[in-house]
């Protein structure tokens, strides 16, 4: 069962960037689309991010074009998620996991971002 670990979230302030990471395990990673997460409290977890098995596609919220820049390396079982000029409203736990779900694989911990100023 492939296990995901995320990290590289931080406390920044408005306007700042960040890079989120995610590495699987498993050898199927680059079987499946993919897609970053988030879920700000008291909220539902938001699909804000997907990418094709190849890297060749992408999809975003609305809210997040232009800002959110999802890749992936399946050399490296890995995920990324470049965040530009964030927001308050950014702030969230991110997480990774095959796309489009349900199903979904386990979650892992996923990674705190927080935006304030």
């Known amino acids: 069962q492939v296990q995901f670990v995320e990290s590289g979230g931080d406390l920044v302030q408005p306007g700042a960037s960040l890079t989120l990471s995610c590495v699987a395990s498993?050898?199927?990673?680059?079987?499946?689309?993919m897609g970053w997460y988030r879920q700000a409290p008291g909220t539902q977890r938001e699909e804000v991010a997907r990418?094709?098995?190849?890297?060749?596609?992408?999809v975003y919220k609305t809210s997040v074009k232009g800002r959110f820049t999802i890749s992936r390396d399946n050399a490296k079982n890995t995920l990324f998620l470049q965040i530009n000029s964030l927001k308050p409203e950014d702030t969230a736990v991110y997480y990774c996991?095959?796309?489009?779900?349900?199903?979904?694989?386990?979650w892992g911990q996923g990674t705190q971002v927080t935006v304030s100023s």
């Open positions: 996991n095959i796309a489009p779900g349900p199903p979904y694989r386990s």
């Open positions: 498993g050898s199927d990673f680059s079987n499946y689309a």
């Open positions: 990418i094709t098995t190849e890297g060749d596609r992408t």
